[in-house]
DNA sequence: ACCTGAACACCGTTCAAGT
DNA sequence: ACCTGAACACCGTTCAAGT
């Protein structure tokens, strides 16, 4: 899975360095931020972040990768704190509130929950996508909550994903309609005022997915 | 409102065309058309189509106003044809449908409902919005299911705007991730393939609108 | 094996020159 | 009063030439 043999230092070197730059121009202009840019102030040629990254997914990925890890490895630790439903929404609250202070995670996230029925982890395609991780997780959690009669029982994993997603963006701040040219507008607001912002807006996030949670509860209990 | 004086006859031809070639290219290459294409579609300079719509946004308003204010007006009738839980339901399905088969509107709602607390109609900073007459429909019928006890008081008019919102992204097919460039790769499944995608979808989203309503329902009942 | 940076095709936006 | 289209600044992507 690795790379089976080591990369020469400098490329090793200017690999770092774009992730470095890429890690401050998403933070700051979102997931739309020049990659002409990233590779100028990684201080090497345009050519170079092709190689290492050639889709702007992937650099997106290689960026967030382990965030997106660390929020899936978090359901195993609610998991075994709280009772299954429980587990299920505080889940989903870590979840949502990463995407909306993050607009890179949204942006996978949303390119990964398109289309498509339920399906297996990695499903789908064949085509691995950085999100699995989230899919296992989300699953276990679905599943168990399922079992202890504290969720419906026709709703699925993929569902409940998309649910979250939706609801993330339905609470974001600065949210995505973003089509080409809302970088640079976006710019401004990324910098100041993200904490205000998203302070309000996760408020908000915990009272929907409140909501949405009595509206996925077993059927006619309650 | 209206404007003082007439046009002048190639002013008004020319502000038609470029609408007609907006709705094509809106139509299918999504929201982030190539607005100089769009001039050219017309046939026009691309300075005649900053001389009618100075925005990405003025233009989208122009193409979309009629068909949000056809969907506002839904609002009265079906008021008048149920009860009212039930007439927000079927409502918010409707408004769900038109922005899982319109790009343009998504993104017209997408801004719209973007940060701020609750507010009056056109609130918010006096800026009047192309989306205003959704914002009144729903409150009508928010309101008129609050006091039938059919829905829970908490819950405000952007509030369920938003949660709409967000579900109809979660239903969505080609959801909206898109920052720069995607426009051209959305170009071949806008064209093809969407009817199909959009059943599914619509599907999902009568589920989605259900679950919501079940968790927007009076406190306690059921 | 990897890097550089010029080159190409595109897009949004402005503005002097036209009628 | 309105239109045209060249001009400018940007961006993504590729690729020949370097080391």
Redesign the interface.
């Known amino acids: 899975m690795a790379q089976v043999r080591p990369m020469r230092a400098d490329a090793r070197r200017n690999r770092e360095r774009l992730l470095a730059a890429a890690v401050e121009a998403f933070a700051a202009q979102?997931?739309?931020a020049s990659l002409d840019d990233i590779a100028k102030r990684a201080g090497v040629g345009a050519g170079t972040l092709y190689r290492h990254f050639p889709t702007?997914r992937a650099l997106l990925e290689a960026v967030y990768s382990d965030r997106i890890e660390a929020i899936a490895e978090r359901a195993g630790v609610l998991a075994e704190r709280l009772p299954a439903g429980a587990a299920l929404v505080a889940w989903l609250g870590e979840l949502g509130l990463g995407m909306i202070q993050t607009r890179g995670l949204?942006?996978?996230l949303?390119?990964s929950?398109?289309?498509g029925e339920d399906a297996g982890p990695g499903a789908g395609g064949s085509s691995s996508d950085c999100c699995d991780p989230l899919r296992r997780a989300v699953a276990r959690l679905v599943r168990a909550a399922q079992e202890a009669g504290e969720l419906r029982r026709d709703?699925g994993e993929t569902?409940v994903l998309?649910?979250v997603?939706?609801?993330?963006?339905?609470?974001?701040?600065?949210?995505?309609?973003?089509?080409?040219?809302?970088?640079r507008d976006a710019g401004n607001a990324g910098d100041a005022g993200d904490a205000e912002?998203a302070e309000?807006a996760g408020e908000?996030l915990r009272?929907?997915v409140?909501?949405?949670?009595?509206?996925?509860?077993p059927r006619g209990s309650?």
């Open positions: 979102g997931e739309g702007r949204r942006a996978l949303s390119s929950v398109r289309g709703v569902d998309r649910l997603h939706g609801v993330a963006i339905a609470c974001g701040e600065a949210v995505g309609g973003g089509s080409a040219g809302d970088a912002g309000d908000r009272r929907y409140g909501l949405l949670m009595e509206g996925l509860g309650r």
